[in-house]
């Protein structure tokens, strides 16, 4: 066991993303529908957001955080069926197009490979099928985003690997994904990452 990884993280996980996100997470995962998949679940906190009519695989690769989820997929809170995986967004173990949606949040600032993690979502969604997400991103602001590549290199070997700089929405964009759903929104964490974005994006034919 990992003190750091297995202990520590899943705890600052539901600290800090915790209550504070609950409107947040409850509009992402709540108009999730028909097969849905969450990438990097966490400790689980989207689960009980979920409409009865879902049925939800979850992957989440870090052994503390797939725990604690695990536990939550059994929690009365939770209506739809959920199944915890050890699974990476990187390299998902889906057939193409096989799932109505996906769903992240707070995940897309920790994968390795940002565009490659969204291509993969492309991949296993079926066209016309919404990639719902909240995530926050790059500052807008000139001077904000100065700071952000400033502390961009303690702040992700320290946070497992949050990358506080990052364009969601050209990710999006470049995997070909229709964005029209995507809004601004600010989060409720420190300044240094509260610029996020929120909303669904579509997949084309």
């Given at each position: 066991m990992h003190l750091l990884d297995?202990?520590?993280f899943p705890r600052i996980n539901d600290f800090a993303l915790g209550e504070a996100t609950?409107?947040?997470r409850a509009e992402v995962a709540g108009g999730a529908r028909g097969k849905t998949l969450e990438i990097g679940a966490g400790t689980g906190l989207n689960f009980r957001h979920y409409a009865e009519g879902a049925e939800v695989i979850a992957i989440e690769p870090a052994p503390g955080?797939?725990?604690r989820a695990a536990r939550r997929a059994r929690s009365p809170e939770v209506r739809a069926p959920v199944e915890v995986r050890d699974a990476n967004a990187l390299r998902l173990p889906f057939a193409d197009a096989h799932f109505d949606t996906v769903v992240a949040s707070f995940v897309l600032c920790s994968v390795k490979d940002l565009d490659l993690a969204v291509a993969e979502v492309r991949r296993v969604l079926r066209p016309g099928g919404a990639f719902r997400l909240v995530e926050h991103v790059a500052s807008p602001d000139p001077s904000m985003r100065t700071w952000q590549r400033r502390i961009r290199p303690v702040w992700t070997r320290l946070l497992g690997g949050c990358?506080?700089?990052r364009d969601v929405r050209a990710a999006l964009g470049r995997a070909g994904f229709s964005i029209e759903g995507i809004r601004n929104v600010e989060l409720p964490l420190p300044g240094i990452v509260r610029a996020g974005i929120i909303g669904e994006a579509v997949r084309g034919g």
């Amino acid at each position: 066991m990992h003190l750091l990884d297995d202990i520590l993280f899943p705890r600052i996980n539901d600290f800090a993303l915790g209550e504070a996100t609950t409107p947040l997470r409850a509009e992402v995962a709540g108009g999730a529908r028909g097969k849905t998949l969450e990438i990097g679940a966490g400790t689980g906190l989207n689960f009980r957001h979920y409409a009865e009519g879902a049925e939800v695989i979850a992957i989440e690769p870090a052994p503390g955080m797939h725990e604690r989820a695990a536990r939550r997929a059994r929690s009365p809170e939770v209506r739809a069926p959920v199944e915890v995986r050890d699974a990476n967004a990187l390299r998902l173990p889906f057939a193409d197009a096989h799932f109505d949606t996906v769903v992240a949040s707070f995940v897309l600032c920790s994968v390795k490979d940002l565009d490659l993690a969204v291509a993969e979502v492309r991949r296993v969604l079926r066209p016309g099928g919404a990639f719902r997400l909240v995530e926050h991103v790059a500052s807008p602001d000139p001077s904000m985003r100065t700071w952000q590549r400033r502390i961009r290199p303690v702040w992700t070997r320290l946070l497992g690997g949050c990358d506080p700089v990052r364009d969601v929405r050209a990710a999006l964009g470049r995997a070909g994904f229709s964005i029209e759903g995507i809004r601004n929104v600010e989060l409720p964490l420190p300044g240094i990452v509260r610029a996020g974005i929120i909303g669904e994006a579509v997949r084309g034919g």
